[in-house]
């Protein structure tokens, strides 16, 4: 009976992540085809991110009472029920917000799911999470491809249909484990809970002002959050412009996808105590963003993309390796790293948009990208000089120097 419920439990949380990864690959080009406006691009990726900046560190404290089961059926069909209204009105800005309101409602998932597997686990928890990791991994190819297929059809509608879809057998497959036994924990009042969020956030700030290494952390969190916020919203526009068909986008998404699993590993390995392998992705990224107008074939833009997101996901995977080691507060740190990322990358979205739009593609980002990464690698070497210095004179209390 427990394995038939956990196949069921991991086939609801597939059919989420399945729905999320055709979403986060066909969003930016349905978007597109229906505007043909690159302002729209940018407004969709911060949509779909600013969720995350807004709510994703405090949504669950609220709606721990609620059954998990509730929580998952509730948001599996409020958003299936969501990605109609695009299909139906086709006009940027509802599909703007029903964007928004998925991603957001996405939480209210991720809560359920979290409350119900922890309270059924039991001893089996590390089995439980290895199959997480597994559906990921799958989720973030098959999703991008059937986007992919999806829209070589002659609807663009159709990833949102499939996604729906996607999202319905997620809410079926938990409906059939509603009986499922759970305990809702013992928590203090909402504004209590409330209080000791915006508590914990400025523990963290100040945590993070006393991390040895906070300049180097901060630095490298931004010129991350740069590029995330730069590359998503020029990539289709150069597509067009390459004549390169915006419908492989996906596949940008899979290499994406692909590098984030790929760096993953650097968890488990003693990859991440190595300072020049980490400076030296950091400076991949500079070379590679400053030359991402030379990728003028689809083959080309795949292996910049792949080569872009494995740095980022690697560097992130190793900042916040690396975060965790601090004795207090330790997640409370990556979050506002995470926050300083988002923020960072919302507003270069914007930003970016707004000079594609105002002087339009070569006049500003052919010389703008160089420039950027030049300042990146500049920045690189006078950190990576830093930290080198530091872990001569006191190795044994740089977090940064090489174990």
């Not at 609220?62 to 006009?91: N, S």
């Not at 650097?266 to 980490?278: E, I, Q, T």
């Amino acid at each position: 009976m427990r394995s038939v419920q956990w196949s069921a439990l991991f086939l609801g949380r597939f059919g989420s992540m399945l729905g999320n990864w055709i979403l986060n690959a066909s969003g930016s080009v349905i978007i597109y085809e229906w505007t043909h406006n690159v302002v729209y691009i940018a407004l969709y990726n911060i949509c779909n991110q600013l969720p995350s900046l807004i709510i994703g560190s405090w949504i669950g404290f609220w709606v721990q009472k609620i059954k998990p089961q509730f929580l998952m059926v509730g948001a599996d069909i409020l958003r299936a029920v969501l990605l109609i209204l695009p299909i139906v009105f086709k006009t940027g800005w509802v599909f703007l917000l029903c964007v928004f309101l998925i991603t957001a409602v996405g939480y209210l998932f991720l809560t359920g799911q979290s409350e119900l597997f922890s309270s059924i686990a039991g001893d089996r928890r590390d089995e439980l999470w290895s199959g997480f990791s597994l559906l990921h991994s799958i989720s973030v190819i098959v999703g991008p491809i059937i986007a992919l297929l999806a829209l070589k059809s002659p609807s663009t509608a159709l990833p949102l249909w499939l996604d729906a879809v996607s999202f319905l057998v997620s809410a079926a497959a938990v409906l059939s484990v509603w009986n499922i036994p759970y305990s809702s924990p013992k928590s203090p009042s909402h504004p209590a809970l409330k209080s000791n969020v915006f508590k914990e956030m400025t523990i963290s700030i100040q945590q993070l002002k006393d991390y040895p290494d906070k300049w180097n952390v901060v630095i490298l969190s931004l010129f991350i959050g740069i590029f995330l916020g730069v590359l998503p919203v020029i990539t289709i526009p150069f597509m067009t412009q390459q004549q390169i068909r915006v419908s492989s986008y996906p596949l940008l998404a899979a290499m994406q996808g692909a590098a984030g699993i790929i760096a993953s590993f650097a968890s488990f390995s003693r990859l991440r105590h190595n300072d020049a392998l980490l400076y030296s992705f950091a400076a991949l990224i500079a070379v590679l963003g400053s030359g991402f107008f030379l990728a003028k074939s689809l083959l080309l833009l795949m292996t910049f993309y792949f080569f872009l997101y494995l740095s980022i996901s690697f560097i992130d995977v190793v900042l916040e390796q690396r975060l965790n080691q601090a004795e207090r507060h330790r997640g409370a740190i990556v979050t506002t790293v995470a926050a300083l990322d988002n923020a960072v990358s919302l507003t270069l979205m914007l930003l970016t948009a707004i000079l594609l739009h105002v002087w339009g593609d070569a006049d500003v980002l052919h010389v703008a990208l160089p420039v950027l990464g030049g300042i990146t690698l500049i920045a690189i070497l006078i950190m990576w000089r830093r930290a080198s210095f530091s872990s001569h004179s006191d190795s044994s209390a740089h977090p940064f120097s090489h174990r």
